[in-house]
């Protein structure tokens, strides 16, 4: 953003307005400066940011960007901004008039202007004696003129104190609008309380300007966030005290008193903020998100249905001979217990019908049930990758769970919850094994308490990013129905893909692998060769007219000479070559170009992008703040310079950004030196992205030691033991 970028004028209408102080307005340009602004002088321009109350006979002046939102146009993103006090005595007369300042008419207003010129504001702010003695005024007027003149003033040294302290104008704005009065208060005593709004280790920082390492608030707060930080690393739910510890002295510049911090978790626990379980502890959201899932499914399963299963059977036999097909017992089993329960488990390994027994399920219940609407069915999947695929596979809208709950940005809230659930009857959700607890959570709260839910996935693939294991405990709970489909359909005599997968989830380890098939080749290599042979497959590739939207290079780890960072420099230099009719940018000392393949890294339900979704740069726009154009499938989305950590390079990723999505070549590098990074979750899902050739780069001795590793299979979570 230019610095000197600003528009000057005032506010027309407020047409939304959150209780954070967030807002979105019409403006009436009278004066602007940078990027174009000029044009947009004597026009009204809509604006977004963080204010105090606004008030529309004042003139501000707004520091910030233009936006091109997808939905709502060009606006004026408002970054900072201030009242401007007229300095001129018309002006001033005019100000002092205004419906601001209640009693004050434009006689009385030019009176006081009359008596101290271009110093009345000053004067005013001042209490001069001589205010309460113009003509038309009194001590009672002069003492609430001076208060009201006073009010803007505070809140504008509360917003220079907090600035002064590393908070930006909108992260002060936030606070002040949240807080007001109470915010001195929560600066001087416990500026963790913002953590909500601001970093945590943001927050950390200001309190250790004012305050010592070792006191008690600091340490509660940092048990907290070591509790959350170490849940999100490892997936897990529950903590065990002696890790937390060793996290928690990272904080400090001296060893934390080990006394001081039992005495610290034990009156967490008395005030209900850390649950302990069995000896481990967990934060209170996290311990009710758990509770709160099991009490939801507890209801479903519990629920009778009156649905007749000879009825189930006949409308089975009667798909079967409309669509030509044949199911087997185990899935046959799958189609009447997704139809007789309100909560059922469809799991299975590639290949075995889980697609197929979807489209099943949905068909059949439009038939069993006639008045059936569109909206009654509601496909789901956690990635937007994964949601065009079963669009694709069943023929039927599916959308992200994201999109369907109707993500608030300004209030960080579902929009579909418990006071406001979905009108559905029927809903799947596929790739459920990436769901994590505080998703499926918010997804319950979003549905009727009589839902038939039904939840298809791989538990053999890696668990959610974020906290938990769903699926891998539910399946653990006998008495909530699914069933697990065993017989593999989607593999040739020729093909390796499938029996290499299974393989590798029944841990069976290698010698040496078979080199006969055209659909597999494991090409054994020391580390320091694996770079030169990814680039001899690349070229070839190349050669073929492959397309890169269907080969996919798949690393355990981002940095290192075969890391992710490394090798899509080495693919970028292959498949998208340095040209002079292709525009560049530098982005964190890494070259981006027109026409390069990247993936989205966070959620962005705004733009309709999720976390996980590849797009290609369209266009680079090169102006004094430069924007990028990203086409992700038709939809095509406009970066500013704020935005540009939300993308990186596609040619290669990490297997966790990879799940849900299928492709139709994939090449697996294991490298020696990423051992640590493998396992077999992880090796297991990357193969199963394959659908028609797999190439596995590394040693024979890492693929071993990653088919024999169990990490991320023993979570510690609390869900099971609400059952």
């Known amino acids: 953003m230019n610095e000197n970028s600003y528009i000057k004028g005032n506010v027309v209408k407020i047409l939304f307005e959150s209780s954070t102080g967030y807002k979105v307005g019409l403006f009436k340009v009278k004066e602007a400066s940078g990027d174009g602004l000029k044009s947009y002088v004597n026009k009204t321009i809509t604006f977004t940011g963080n204010f105090m109350p606004l008030n529309n006979e004042l003139t501000y002046k707004f520091n910030g960007y233009i936006t091109n939102h997808p939905r709502f146009g060009v606006q004026f993103a408002v970054v900072s901004y201030e009242s401007v006090v007229p300095d001129t005595k018309d002006g001033i007369v ?219 059977d006949k409308e089975i036999i009667k798909y079967e001979k409309k669509n030509s097909i044949s199911f087997n017992d185990c899935q046959r089993d799958a189609i009447v217990g997704s139809l007789m329960n309100n909560l059922f488990i469809i799991t299975g ?163 040496e692998l078979p080199n006969n098939y055209d659909d597999f080749k494991f090409i054994s290599c020391p580390d320091i060769l694996i770079k030169k042979y990814i680039e001899e497959i690349c070229e070839k590739a190349l050669d073929k007219d492959l397309d890169i939207e269907d080969f996919q290079v798949l690393i355990p780890m981002y940095k290192g000479e075969n890391g992710i960072d490394n090798i899509n420099v080495l693919m970028q230099s292959i498949f998208n070559k340095e040209s002079k009719n292709k525009r560049e940018i530098t982005i964190r000392d890494v070259v981006y170009r027109e026409g390069d393949k990247v993936i989205q890294l966070v959620n962005d339900v705004d733009n309709n992008i999720y976390n996980g979704d590849t797009g290609y740069i369209k266009r680079i726009i090169e102006t004094k703040e430069p924007l990028i154009e990203i086409n992700y499938n038709g939809n095509v989305v406009v970066y500013r310079k704020g935005k540009f950590d939300e993308f990186t390079h596609a040619y290669a990723i990490s297997v966790h950004k990879s799940q849900g999505s299928e492709y139709s070549n994939v090449l697996v590098v294991i490298p020696s030196n990423m051992k640590r990074m493998l396992y077999n979750k992880l090796l297991y899902t990357a193969v199963t992205r394959a659908k028609k050739g797999l190439i596995v780069v590394g040693s024979i001795d890492s693929l071993n030691y990653a088919i024999q590793q169990s990490y991320s299979e023993n979570r510690h979570t609390s869900l099971k033991s609400f059952f």
């Open 94 to 312: 005019m100000y002092l008039s205004s419906s601001i300042f209640k009693g004050i008419g434009p006689k009385i207003a030019k009176a006081i202007v009359d008596t101290f010129g271009e110093d009345t504001i000053e004067a005013i702010k001042t209490s001069s004696p001589i205010l309460a003695k113009v003509k038309g005024m009194n001590e009672k007027k002069a003492r609430e003129l001076t208060k009201k003149i006073l009010e803007y003033d505070k809140d504008q040294s509360l917003i220079l104190e907090f600035n002064k302290l590393g908070f930006t104008t909108e992260e002060c704005l936030k606070i002040v609008n949240k807080y007001k009065d109470r915010a001195p208060e929560i600066l001087e005593n416990n500026v963790y309380v913002l953590e909500s709004d601001i970093n945590f280790l943001k927050l950390d920082k200001v309190f250790l300007k004012l305050h010592d390492e070792f006191e008690i608030v600091r340490v509660n707060a940092l048990i907290k966030y070591c509790i959350k930080a170490l849940c999100y690393k490892s997936g897990d739910t529950l903590v065990d005290k002696e890790t937390l510890f060793i996290e928690i002295n990272k904080y400090f510049s001296d060893t934390l008193d080990s006394k001081v911090f039992l005495s610290c978790i034990e009156d967490l626990i008395e005030l209900g903020e850390v649950i302990e379980v069995h000896e481990l502890v967990t934060l209170n959201e996290f311990y009710e998100t758990e509770a709160n899932i099991a009490s939801a499914v507890n209801n479903l399963i519990n629920i009778k249905n009156n649905i007749n299963k000879e009825r189930i």
């Open 349 to 511: 390994g590639p290949g075995t019908g889980k697609t197929t027994i979807i489209k099943a399920v949905v068909d059949i219940y439009e038939s069993i049930y006639e008045d059936t609407e569109m909206s009654d069915i509601t496909l789901l999947a956690p990635t937007g990758r994964a949601a065009k695929r079963i669009t694709e596979s069943v023929n039927r809208k599916a959308s992200t769970i994201h999109k369907f709950l109707k993500w608030n940005k300004e209030t960080k809230e579902f929009s579909v919850n418990r006071y406001n659930p979905a009108e559905t009857k029927l809903v799947v959700i596929d790739e459920f094994s990436m769901v994590d607890i505080f998703l499926f959570n918010s997804l319950l709260d979003g549905l009727n308490s009589n839902i038939r839910l039904i939840m298809v996935g791989d538990a053999n693939q890696l668990p959610s990013i974020s906290p938990g294991n769903i699926l891998g405990d539910l399946l653990e709970v006998d008495s909530i129905p699914g069933k697990y489909l065993d017989l593999i359909y989607r593999t040739k005599g020729d093909s390796y893909i499938i029996p290499f997968s299974q393989d590798i989830k029944n841990r069976n380890t290698f010698k």
